[in-house]
């Protein structure tokens, strides 16, 4: 006797739901059902997720999220003469929120890891170089994670801009060993700010 299952369209919504970060199997068929409950929300979702997906890009200049060419904050010419260089484009936020630093941007798209074959060439090192001879920062601060690869990955900059007539600084203390960009409140991202030192 077969045992009764799903339909396979359900299932398939539940597998792709499932790979979502953080989302399990028991999560990703709750919200499934959710979904088929209502054709409403169904709608909705499918428009808001194909509205995002055409109308939100990369900034050609700091690789943040942006519906034109250029980010606000690219465009916005009050800012500092500053670039803080982060991981992701995500890592940006935090730092805006913390209400400390008025400068530019700068996310790499990812950081230096050799067991998962990601090298220069595979982040947007050359874009940051091309910026940095387009424009005199007077100060880059190397905002990448403190684990290993974010500490291999500001050493290769470092390197790569210690020819340069400008200062480099990484985050002060604040931000925890191994922690993340995400997962710190504005209070220790104002304190990693406020007290950078040369790198």
């Known amino acids: 006797m077969k045992r009764a299952d799903y339909p396979e369209p359900f299932r398939i919504l539940v597998r792709e739901l499932r790979r979502l970060p953080g989302v399990g199997p028991r999560s990703a068929e709750r919200m499934a059902l959710w ?3 209502d054709e409403e929300r169904t709608v909705s979702l499918s428009e808001a997720l194909n509205n995002a997906r055409l109308q939100v890009s990369q900034c050609a200049e700091c690789g943040f999220f942006s519906m034109t060419e250029v980010c606000e904050i690219c465009a916005d010419e009050g800012r500092e003469n500053l670039l803080c260089v982060v991981e992701r484009a ?3 936020l935090p730092i805006e929120r913390s209400g400390v630093f008025f400068g530019h941007y700068h996310a790499l798209g990812g950081r ?4 998962e074959h990601i090298g220069p060439e595979d982040l947007r090192i050359a874009e940051l170089m091309e910026r940095l ?8 601060i190397l905002a990448l994670n ?8 500001s050493n290769y900059l470092a390197d790569m801009l210690s020819s340069r007539t400008l200062r480099v600084t990484r985050l002060a203390q604040g931000m925890p060993a191994g922690g993340g960009l995400e997962h710190a409140d504005e209070l220790t991202l104002a304190r990693a700010l406020t007290g950078r030192r040369e790198k």
């Open 35 to 37: 979904f088929l409950e």
């Open 90 to 92: 995500t890592d940006i």
């Open 112 to 115: 230096l890891s050799p067991l």
């Open 133 to 140: 001879e387009r424009r005199k920062f007077s100060e880059v």
């Open 146 to 153: 403190t684990d290993v690869e974010g500490e291999a990955t």
